[in-house]
């Protein structure tokens, strides 16, 4: 079977070329050159999994019952908890504890990990390139520190436009691709048709899906410990103004979308809503309950005159490997099934896959449910690979920064445009905390 056949793969790589790398982990100060593997055995792996990727886990135990498993679940870091960072603290200075593979639901915890030398090196012999080069492109940046892959990135949560393809017809409107005309059309729906909405400002993730589309230099990771803040560019200002415009017309909401009263109240009233892959699902079909045929997918508008199409991320998921593990061979080989095979993330993942042949079958799956208006394929398979790459992954949340400094400045009836200074103070101050060199 395929996926014996995978693993075999896997460990013939495995010991030796690890091997050849050299030096030690201490867990005080990971590296590529510096991992050594444990000595290894054929005992249990252990694998901690929060609870959606549970089910991944116990697929893979019932199709290879003779690999020997522990399954636990923890939240998953959910909400940047810092669980796992803490639990690893404990397991560096007792010496023991270590899960051999674990799932989190952040992008960034590499930005601790390597230098707790906690995950091992994937592209040093671990596992082969042919296979890496199966991701997305640039899914797994947030993984890749100095040239060295560290983790393997679950899901991709790249934005789209999605919209509402029964309204847009029967009202005589074009899907914008411009953000000029995503504005106009706006402030059209304002005057034509009040109450509607063309998207929504009140998540902790809004500037993952505006400023980072737009190419907003708030959070460029230019090294390990060192971030360049800047939210006075055009990329920032230029998209504040957009949302402080829509906001006024009340054509943006600035609830979330998550919330009752947005729920109740609005989720009738969406004719456009920029956000991540996983809307379609989990928010449009799921949340709002929006009957089936009515809503479609775009590219995310553009500035006008910007010829390279840029879209930013709302979450995702990674999976890592302990540089402690005693049991490679077992360990790498649920962790390449767990990433790329379609058993689970082209036929059960929740999101979309950052495996490109797994996302492929996912994709069918989705249109093969008949809720969509139109193939959705195209859209979402060219935006996974026009993630901006200089929106960073850093240590600190950029969620909770706006959520502490911008969203209730919003609130209180401040424009996004005026808080832009503050937000570009609280980042560096963050950032700083966290003991990186900031450059503004």
């Not at 508008?301 to 979450?315: I, L, M």
Request: net charge positive; proline share 5%; charged share 10%.
């Amino acid at each position: 079977m395929r996926r014996i056949t995978l693993a075999t793969a896997v460990t013939a790589l495995t010991l030796g070329a690890l091997t050849a790398c050299g030096g030690g982990t201490t867990g005080t100060a990971g590296g590529a050159a510096s991992f050594k593997p444990a000595a290894q055995g054929d005992g249990p792996i252990t694998v901690w999994v929060d609870a959606t990727r549970l089910a991944a886990a116990k697929l893979y135990q019932q199709q290879n019952p003779q690999v020997k498993m522990k399954i636990v679940t923890y939240d998953g870091d959910a909400n940047g908890s810092n669980y796992l960072q803490t639990k690893v603290s404990l397991f560096n200075r007792t010496g023991s504890g270590w899960p051999d593979v674990v799932f989190s639901t952040q992008n960034n915890e590499t930005s601790w990990a390597v230098q707790a030398g906690f995950t091992a090196p994937l592209n040093k012999g671990l596992i082969p390139q042919s296979t890496l080069d199966g991701w997305a492109t640039g899914a797994n940046a947030p993984c890749t520190v100095n040239g060295t892959l560290y983790c393997l990135r679950n899901d991709l949560s790249q934005t789209v436009l999605w919209y509402n393809a029964k309204l847009m017809k029967q009202w005589g409107y074009q899907v914008p691709t411009t953000w000029e005309q995503y504005q106009a059309l706006g402030l059209k729906v304002a005057t034509e048709h009040p109450g509607y909405l063309v998207g929504s400002a009140g998540d902790t993730f809004t500037p993952e899906i505006y400023m980072w589309a737009s190419k907003c230099g708030a959070n460029q990771v230019t090294g390990p410990k060192a971030v360049t803040v800047n939210t006075s560019g055009p990329g920032c200002t230029k998209m504040a103004s957009l949302l402080d415009t829509l906001i006024k017309a009340k054509a943006m909401a600035t609830s979330s979308v998550f919330s009752t009263d947005f729920n109740k109240n609005l989720a009738s009233k969406v004719l456009m809503m920029p956000g991540p892959s996983w809307f379609g699902g989990a928010l449009f079909q799921g949340g709002f309950k929006t009957p089936k045929g009515q809503i479609a997918v775009a590219p995310m508008p553009q500035w006008a005159g910007d010829d390279t199409p840029s879209v930013g991320n709302v979450g995702g998921g990674t999976w890592l490997l302990s540089s402690h593990s005693k049991n490679l061979k077992a360990a790498t080989a649920f962790l390449t099934w767990v990433t790329t095979s379609n058993d689970y993330q082209g036929k059960l993942a929740p999101g979309y896959p950052a495996y490109s042949a797994a996302a492929m079958t996912w994709m069918s799956g989705q249109i093969s449910s008949g809720y969509y208006a139109s193939d959705i394929t195209q859209t979402l398979q060219a935006a996974a690979n026009q993630i901006w790459s200089g929106w960073g992954y850093p240590q600190f949340s950029q969620e909770a920064i706006w959520a502490a400094k911008v969203t209730p400045g919003m609130t209180a009836g401040k424009s996004i445009a005026s808080l832009l200074p503050t937000w570009q103070t609280a980042i560096a101050n963050y950032a700083q905390s966290d003991g990186y060199k900031v450059s503004q």
